[in-house]
């Protein structure tokens, strides 16, 4: 009798022990499911930003009027091959529908600028239109990123007195204008660049436009071939005393 009990408790015991130990493994697994599913909720992180030297040569490639999928994915895996950065001047109202390109923009450690909302010449405007275009154009952009553009560049590089005056962060032209838009062509583009380029300059360039994605591809390499570092206009603004066309 007494025997019988002990190994009635025992399997008692036993089974008690099996039944924790699937429900640890049930709890474990559902934890690990619930951590994954946590994981997959987070945006993707941020690229590393690569240290830029002052002492080597540096250009800042900016890239106006996207987002544009077609283009600025390319030029996005171009600059990653050579841990390179650029800076995109958005245009507000090309942001709805273009969300994952432009957070792939950012999520690739590039800059982004203000380009306005719709695109529009302002020397014309009023300022309560200038501040519109500009306020209108950062809530675009910040709905995606959560940040406010750091830059900006008013369309066709009209700059205007009331900008400055409305505005507080770089406005930025440019010192080499590929005419990318006007030719489309690859080839002329790459060459002006080529020819021109020196240490602080500033490219102008257009992501809405294939052939510049296909110039890009030809010269993001070359130009870190050539030694120089391709930055982001804040990075060439923090290393570089005077730099040509920002206001
Ligand atoms: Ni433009």
Redesign the pocket.
């Known amino acids: 009798m007494v025997i019988k009990l002990k190994r009635h408790m025992t399997t008692v015991f036993g089974l008690g022990l099996v039944l924790l130990g699937i429900i640890f493994l049930v709890y474990s697994v559902l934890f690990m499911d619930s951590d994954r599913r946590l994981w997959q909720d987070m945006p993707s992180s941020v690229a590393p930003v690569a240290s830029v030297d002052p002492k080597k040569p540096m250009v800042a490639l900016t890239f106006?009027?996207g987002p544009y999928a077609p283009s600025t994915c390319r030029i996005l895996d171009a600059l990653e091959k050579v841990q390179g950065k650029a800076t995109f001047?958005v245009?507000g109202d090309r942001v709805k529908g273009r969300e994952d390109t432009l957070l792939k923009i950012r999520n690739s450690g590039c800059e982004i600028g203000n380009?306005t909302y719709n695109?529009v010449c302002i020397r014309g405007l009023s300022d309560a239109q200038l501040q519109q275009q500009l306020q209108k154009g950062d809530a675009a952009i910040r709905a995606v990123t959560g940040e406010n553009p750091t830059l900006v560049?008013p369309?066709?590089g009209a700059y205007s007195k009331n900008l400055r005056k409305l505005e507080k962060r770089p406005i930025v032209l440019w010192s080499i204008d590929t005419m990318d838009?006007s030719h489309q062509n690859p080839q002329k583009t790459i060459q002006k660049v080529l020819k021109n380029v020196k240490d602080g300059d500033i490219i102008l360039m257009?992501d809405l436009f294939v052939p510049t994605a296909e110039a890009a591809e030809v010269l993001i390499p070359e130009l870190h071939k050539r030694g120089y570092q391709l930055v982001t206009v804040s990075e060439l603004l923090e290393n570089r005393e005077k730099v040509e066309a920002v206001i």
């Open positions: 106006d009027d001047f245009v380009h695109h560049r369309p066709g838009w257009h």
